[in-house]
Antibody, heavy 120, light 109 residues
Framework: QVQVVESGGGVVQPGGSLRLSCVTS????????MHWVRQAPGKGLEWLTV????????NYAVSVKGRFAISRDNSRSTVSLQMNSLTVDDTALYYCVRDKGAGSFSPRHWGQGTLVSVSS | QSALTQPASVSGSPGQAITISCTGS?????????VSWFQQYPNRAPKLLIFDVRDRPSGISNRFSGSKSGNTASLTISGLQPEDEAHYYCSSFTHIGTLVFGGGTKLTV
């Protein structure tokens, strides 16, 4: 059974940093790409970034490029999202999502999300 | 990268069929076949319904079907059921190597 569990959310001041973690199980982690997607309160989905199964390819949305960094540890089946220079517009529920394949851009298995609130 | 365009809301009666459109451009939907559809209930994580325009993951009912024509993708739900009432989102791969979502459509049954 595929499991995706995010952690690391919380309250942070504008300009601050936060690191989200995602622990997975139930599948061969090194075979799959991983995404981060967020959803602001009452709003739609916003894709943030993807890292391919072997880490060879990483892409970011324009809105977070240069501020956010995704990484993965295939030995621990985990993926992380380092978020810097946070603004109030980054307040959202952040989902970690396993791709359908190595990097097919089809987010398949979603975690339950971790909430990030940027506020002074 | 602008969000894909979806109608804010659609409605239908039980047993009917409805179609939700998702309009992009030649830089995303019009060029690539990496179009997906997701269903989301309130306070729940999204669920993948359709990938690669028309393919369904295992366990997804065949009442859900996808198609594409030009820069517009469509999700059709046949035999509408009360439990289909949810938000639906489309997504597409883009020419700059990113993924873009539609704004979402609220389906009322």
């Amino acid at each position: 059974q595929v499991q995706v569990v995010e952690s690391g959310g919380g309250v942070v001041q504008p300009g601050g940093s936060l690191r989200l973690s995602c622990v997975t199980s139930g599948f061969p982690f090194s075979d799959y790409g991983m995404h981060w997607v967020r959803q602001a309160p009452g709003k739609g989905l916003e894709w943030l970034t993807v890292i391919w199964n072997d880490g060879s390819n990483i892409n970011y949305a324009v809105s977070v490029k240069g501020r956010f960094a995704i990484s993965r540890d295939n030995s621990r089946s985990t993926v992380s999202l380092q978020m810097n220079s946070l603004t109030v517009d980054d307040t959202a529920l952040y989902y970690c999502v396993r791709d359908k394949g190595a990097g097919s851009f089809s987010p398949r298995h979603w975690g339950q999300g971790t909430l990030v609130s940027v506020s002074s | 990268q602008s969000a894909l365009t979806q109608p804010a809301s659609v409605s239908g009666s039980p047993g009917q069929a409805i179609t939700i459109s998702c309009t992009g451009s030649s830089n995303d939907i019009g060029y690539y076949n990496h179009v997906s559809w997701f269903q989301q209930y309130p306070n729940r994580a999204p669920k993948l319904l359709i990938f690669d325009v028309r393919d369904r993951p295992s366990g997804i009912s065949n009442r859900f079907s996808g198609s594409k024509s030009g820069n517009t993708a469509s999700l059709t739900i046949s035999g509408l059921q009360p439990e289909d009432e949810a938000h639906y989102y489309c997504s597409s791969f883009t020419h700059i190597g990113t993924l873009v979502f539609g704004g979402g459509t609220k389906l009322t049954v």
